[in-house]
């Protein structure tokens, strides 16, 4: 069995399938891949690689949603089955060149350090590469520059580390990712009686005034919690108004086999989906054990 990742090697997303593949078969073989469109397309049948399991990074606590991987989820039809957080600390390393006029790292861990740059490095010129092992890689070969990576990507390179958690800091509270691990099908690892989330895709056949008022009070009247809410314009070709349709995700606190969750779900349908349409308002994405709280 194969599980791929947002590659290369040595980036948080090869520690969290390496956290996560102790809840899988220890025979599975972990494949780093260039993208995450990539590492999502590797579960479709006509993929070379084939991969029964799949990585992919969905929120940060500085940045916030990676969008890209869950549309993706919701446009192939995958299932969530599992989530892991990872502690997130990046680490600024240089060649023994130690050149600062450019720095190189992954965007998102640009934007996650952003107030350490522009304290120590004003004038740096931020060249922003495909992941931080890449931008630790592109260093060492250029023996130039300056690299935010995990202290861990950045010693395989063999680079001076220059200082430790440059991370930026909200509410004195340590940055973290959670990522998921995702498959074709629903495979279930853990009992529903864990503490769970699961994760719905909402698109509204209808367009009127407290539209998403209503969809959260059929939360709050089942008596169910919800965590998190992202919108963004709808994937699915849906036709309401002049004003461009938005989809909706929902993370609620509890298993899809919960039976308050399973009415709520119906309850949406029936309010939001004309007669005769064909388009699914409410996809269940999966569900998967809330990560742990410890680290933060």
């Known amino acids: 069995m194969r599980l791929s990742y947002l590659g290369p090697e040595n980036t948080y997303s090869e520690k969290a399938a390496k956290l996560l593949l102790e809840k899988l078969d220890d025979r599975v ?12 397309r590797s579960l479709s049948a ?10 992919l990074p969905y929120y940060n606590y500085l940045e916030g ?5 869950i549309d993706l989820i919701y446009e192939n039809q995958l299932c969530l089955i599992s989530s892991q957080r990872v ?3 990046w680490a600024l390393g240089s060649s023994d060149n130690d050149s600062a006029n450019h720095v190189y790292s992954h965007p998102k861990a640009l934007a996650q350090c952003s107030e350490y740059l522009w304290e120590h490095y004003p004038d740096c010129v931020e060249v922003a590469v495909t992941s931080t092992a890449e931008g630790a890689a592109r260093v060492k070969k250029e023996n130039s520059g300056i690299a935010i990576a995990s202290a861990e990507a950045l010693g395989c390179q063999g680079l001076n580390i220059i200082a430790g958690n440059i991370g930026n800091r909200r509410h004195g509270r340590i940055n973290f990712t959670d990522f998921y691990l995702i498959a074709l099908n629903d495979d279930t690892f853990y009992e529903p009686a864990e503490q769970f989330f699961t ?6 056949q209808v367009d009127r005034s407290g539209l998403l008022a209503e969809i959260l009070s059929q939360i709050a009247y089942h008596d169910l919690n919800n965590a998190k809410i992202h919108s963004r314009p709808a994937i699915d070709d849906v ?3 002049d004003v461009e349709p938005q989809m909706f995700y929902l993370e609620i606190m509890c298993h899809k086999s919960n039976p308050d969750f399973i009415r709520c779900i119906d309850a949406i349908r029936y309010r939001l989906k004309p007669k005769g349409s064909q388009i699914e308002v409410v996809k269940v994405l999966g569900s998967y054990p809330r990560p742990s709280l410890g680290i933060v």
């Open 29 to 40: 073989e972990i494949v780093p891949l260039p993208t995450i469109e990539a590492v999502a």
């Open 239 to 241: 036709s309401t108004t």
């Open 65 to 69: 949603l990676v969008q890209e991987s």
């Open 87 to 89: 502690a997130v600390e």
């Open 199 to 204: 994760m719905i895709a909402v698109t509204p």
């Open 46 to 55: 006509d993929s070379k690689l084939n991969a029964e399991f799949a990585v």
